[in-house]
């Protein structure tokens, strides 16, 4: 793999870790916390989980962004 491949993927690699470490996992229960937040019914704070197309959906119809991003499986599961 050329130098700049491996070096663009280290660097995606670092920064998925840190918005993982500085996130919230709310699991199947992010479209919902998303509009708590919107809604200023809980905290502001950074959350990360999973939404259906139709959820993403209806959540931009609201005006709450949202980002979908792929976490890699070398992530996904706590580091040794």
Not at 29 to 42: D, L, Q, S, V
Not at 49 to 54: F, N
């Amino acid at each position: 793999m050329p130098a700049l491949a491996i070096e663009l993927q280290r660097q995606v690699m670092q920064a998925v870790r840190t918005m993982m470490a500085n996130t919230e996992d709310v699991g199947d229960r992010f479209a919902t916390e998303a509009r708590r937040i919107h809604y200023g019914e809980t905290e502001q704070r950074g959350i990360r989980g999973q939404a259906t197309p139709d959820e993403a959906r209806e959540l931009a119809d609201e005006g709450i962004a949202i980002v979908a991003l792929p976490i890699p499986d070398a992530l996904k599961d706590p580091l040794q």
